[in-house]
């Protein structure tokens, strides 16, 4: 009773994961478009990477997050996307961890802005990083199932039965 519980439930927990997920990268990326040099300069305010592959990641990255969270909402190369997802929250979260030890006050950059922070500003380090692990929950539950309601993978793939198995072309099936 539980498995088939789990079988109804599992594509709508993957389309809220996904539309949850999306929205927050195309918030990300679209925040930072009207001015990519404070982009470039809130990757800069790490103090990881040289000068110019930072200028040049402030730059790219917020296409990267439109791109991202477009195909997550369409549900296209899901799980695809969840792994690049998750390699980024990573290097998010390794980031910020590692300026909070380094006792950097820096704006995170997330949500556009970014850059060195007053004396007495709080970086607000912890909230970031869990914000970011629970993201990072949400692409590892995509990479592990992509199959969601409403997305373009699933009308595009196989059908897949609650028993578990995958019916292929062929008109056969297979037991995963």
């Not at 799980?79 to 380094?102: E, K, M, T």
């Not at 914000?131 to 990072?136: I, P, S, Y």
Request: with cysteine.
């Amino acid at each position: 009773m539980a498995g088939q519980r789990w079988a109804l439930l599992r594509p709508w927990l993957g389309a809220v994961s996904r539309l949850i997920l999306g929205g927050v990268w195309i918030a990300a990326g679209v925040s930072k478009l009207d001015d990519l040099a404070a982009s470039a300069r809130a990757v800069s305010a790490y103090r990881l990477l040289p000068h110019d592959v930072a200028t040049f990641l402030g730059g790219v990255l917020p296409f990267l997050e439109i791109a991202l969270g477009v195909l997550l909402i369409v549900g296209l190369a899901t799980r695809l996307c969840g792994a690049v997802s998750a390699v980024l929250l990573v290097a998010y979260i390794v980031g910020i961890a590692s300026a909070w030890a380094r006792g950097l006050r820096i704006d995170c950059g997330c949500f556009g802005g970014g850059g060195d922070l007053s004396a007495e500003a709080d970086p607000g380090y912890a909230g970031e990083i869990l914000r970011d692990v629970g993201l990072l929950v949400l692409a590892g539950f995509l990479m592990a199932l992509p199959r969601t309601r409403y997305s373009v993978d699933s009308a595009i793939l196989p059908a897949e039965s609650t028993s578990g198995e995958r019916y292929v072309a062929n008109g056969g099936s297979e037991v995963e």
